[in-house]
Structure formats: structure tokens, C-alpha cells
């Protein structure tokens, strides 16, 4: 159960933040997930929903990003990882489709694939930075 | 009412490495050698520990943080070799992390310690994401959990600095192939070292006692 421990991190960061900023309600949390992390994104949702029923996020919508690996090599090659955002509930209506960005049909082979990538230039094997991040990125408040 | 964003940054996962790097840095004031070792439940984490700990014992002074939902039982094992022994009672998790290990390590007498191992919970997943302070990883295999676990975890021998596979003696029976083991290890790490071992091979356990010493 890590997401619990993390959503409870999250949970008590966002607050404190609100409430330093004297918020009456919290909209939106913006959330980044590395994907090399272990972290599953609707284990994640479920426990922060649940951690912030009566409190002034309940009714805030979650907008993750999915963060990817920057890719290097030792000749100098370089990619940026992608960043992709879910929709937010009032764009996707759906509760699914917050999730579905996510979900790769073969996440194991998804993973599996920042490893065995050879560079582009003098096929070694890339080295992946980054995506091992869970970032509190943003929240909108109303004071 | 007014709308307000308030851009945070702030990295959840990035405040357990940064408690890490503390735990480490007073690891290493105080010249103690810790190991993270990882794997899954009854792949042979504890036993390995108690062999280097009968092995290696003569020459190092060895404590162990054994981590565990209820870990009193290893704990018992190690403390009959009469070392220094840390239970870790994780209660819900299913990792130990670096808050867990800072508080362990303010109630020890580090000055008296060459070696700590850090014995983490049964689990190949949840681990690789907290770095508790350790100077070296080991990830520990055994063949009875299939040929294709290491194929199944990729992230944790990408992140470990020695891997181990274990129990290699009964692989025969589980039908394992070790040669397969081994391969799968070096395409998701290619420059790590890799090693063999079983209870019953006496020059397999010498071989991961030296190996421990050799980055000591």
C-alpha cells in the first residue's frame, strides 16, 4: 500500500498550503507521476478521494501528468521525456477517462522499453533521468 | 470569491531521498558500511544475512535493521548470532523507508558498527522507490519464484548494485533455469555483478561473503 503513504504525504502537504493561503476551497491538484515509479495512478486517486472527503478538496478535481524519462547516452544523445496531462473531470465528464492516459495496454512492456532502447546515434543502451518523481505541481484555490 | 494557482513543485518522492542522503551522511561520519537487501518473501534475504554475518563476523562488527509487517521473528534469528539487532515493525507498508531507518539509526550506537545490514520487507516492487541511506543494493532471487521473476521486476535489478540467485541447488525440481536467470539480469544491467548461490554450496556462500567484503 504505497499509495496510501505517498496520498497521505500529498494530502497534508496540499493542506497545509491551502491554509496558509487562506483558501475557502481547493479546485484543482495538479499532480506529476514519473512513470518508472511503482505508483499506480487510480490506487493513488482512490486514496486521496477518500483522504479528502470532508475537507475543503473534496470536490477538487485531480489532473495528473504522466512524467517520462529524459533518455541519454553516453556519446552526448539526448531526448526529452514527454509530459502527458489527463483531462480534468470537467473536460472528460467521465471518471474513466481521467485514468485511461495512464494505462498503457502492456504497461510491463511500457517500462520494459526505456530500458531496451538502443541510442539512435552509436546504439548503446540509453540511460534514463528522471521519472521517478511524484510532484505536487499545482493547486488552484478560491480565498 | 477569488480563484488563486499556487504553483508548489514540491516532489513527495524526492523528500525520502534527500532524508536518504542525511541517513547516509551519518552513516558515513560515523564509518559504518550499510547494505540494502531486497527480494522477495523466503527468497533467503534472512538466511544470507545470517551466514555473512557467521562468515564475516570475525573481522567486522555487524548490526542488522530488520524490516518486516511484524518483524520480530527475523529480528530473534539474528540476535541468537548475538548482534545488534533492530526490529522494524512497518505496520501497513510494505517497504521501509528513509523517515523509518533515521529513527532506528538516532537509537544506535553507530561508532560500534562496521557493517548494517538493512533487511528490507519481502517485496520486489515497492523497495526499488525508497533509497533508505544504503552505500550498496542487493537484490536477492530465488529460483523457486520462477525463471521469468526477473523479466517481471526489471526496475529493481536496474536500481541494484549486486543481484543474487539463489537457492540454485533445488532449481532442477522447480524446473528454473539459472543460465536464463542470469541472461535476464545482464539485459536489464548489463555491468552488474551476478551471483550463484545455495546453502548447500559452501564455495557459493564464501563467494558472497567476499563479495560483500570486497567493497568494504
Not at chain 2, 8 to 14: A, M, R, S, T
Not at chain 2, 115 to 128: A, K, Q, R, S, Y
Not at chain 2, 180 to 205: F, G, Y
Request: glycine fraction near 6%.
Amino acid at each position: 500500500m504505497h499509495e496510501y503513504s505517498l496520498a497521505c504525504e500529498v494530502v497534508k502537504n496540499v493542506m497545509s498550503i491551502a491554509e496558509a493561503n487562506q483558501a475557502k476551497e481547493i479546485r484543482t491538484i495538479t499532480l506529476g507521476v514519473g512513470k518508472l515509479t511503482h505508483i499506480n495512478p487510480e490506487q493513488l486517486l482512490f486514496c486521496l478521494k477518500t483522504l479528502m472527503t470532508d475537507t475543503i478538496a473534496k470536490d477538487a478535481d485531480i489532473v495528473l501528468q504522466a512524467i517520462f524519462p529524459n533518455m541519454e547516452c553516453e556519446c552526448g544523445y539526448y531526448e526529452k521525456g514527454e509530459v502527458i496531462y489527463s483531462a480534468t473531470k470537467r473536460e472528460a465528464k467521465e471518471k474513466r477517462n481521467i485514468l485511461d492516459f495512464l494505462k498503457e495496454p502492456d504497461e510491463f512492456h511500457g517500462i520494459r522499453a526505456f530500458f531496451e532502447t538502443p541510442c539512435p546515434k552509436c546504439e548503446k543502451m540509453l540511460h534514463a533521468s528522471g521519472g521517478r518523481e511524484l510532484i505536487i505541481q499545482s493547486i488552484d484555490i478560491e480565498q | 470569491m477569488l480563484m488563486h494557482v499556487i504553483n508548489v513543485g514540491h516532489d513527495v518522492l524526492k523528500a525520502n531521498d534527500m532524508l536518504a542522503e542525511k541517513n547516509k551522511e551519518l552513516l558515513d561520519k560515523n564509518g559504518v558500511f550499510a547494505i540494502n537487501i531486497m527480494g522477495a518473501i523466503g527468497s533467503g534475504k534472512t538466511t544470507l544475512i545470517e551466514k555473512a554475518i557467521e562468515i564475516l563476523g570475525d573481522h567486522y562488527r555487524i548490526a542488522v535493521i530488520a524490516g518486516d509487517v511484524v518483524a520480530d521473528m527475523d529480528a530473534a534469528r539474528f540476535a541468537k548470532l548475538g548482534i545488534t539487532t533492530i526490529p522494524v515493525n512497518t505496520g501497513r507498508e510494505c517497504h521501509l523507508d528513509a523517515n523509518l531507518i533515521e529513527n532506528v539509526l538516532s537509537s544506535m550506537n553507530l561508532r560500534d558498527i562496521d557493517i548494517l545490514f538493512m533487511e528490507n520487507v519481502g517485496n520486489l516492487i515497492c523497495p526499488t522507490d525508497y533509497k533508505l541511506g544504503e552505500h550498496l543494493r542487493i537484490v536477492i532471487v530465488s529460483v523457486t519464484e520462477g525463471d521469468d521473476i526477473v523479466l517481471k521486476h526489471p526496475m529493481i535489478f536496474r536500481s541494484a548494485d549486486v543481484a543474487v540467485i539463489h537457492k540454485t541447488d533445488i532449481a532442477e525440481a522447480v524446473y528454473a533455469d539459472c543460465e536464463k536467470m542470469e541472461r535476464d539480469v545482464r539485459q536489464l544491467n548489463p555491468n552488474i555483478p551476478i551471483l550463484l548461490t545455495s546453502i548447500r554450496d559452501t564455495e557459493s556462500i564464501e563467494q558472497w561473503c567476499s563479495k560483500i567484503s570486497s567493497y568494504i
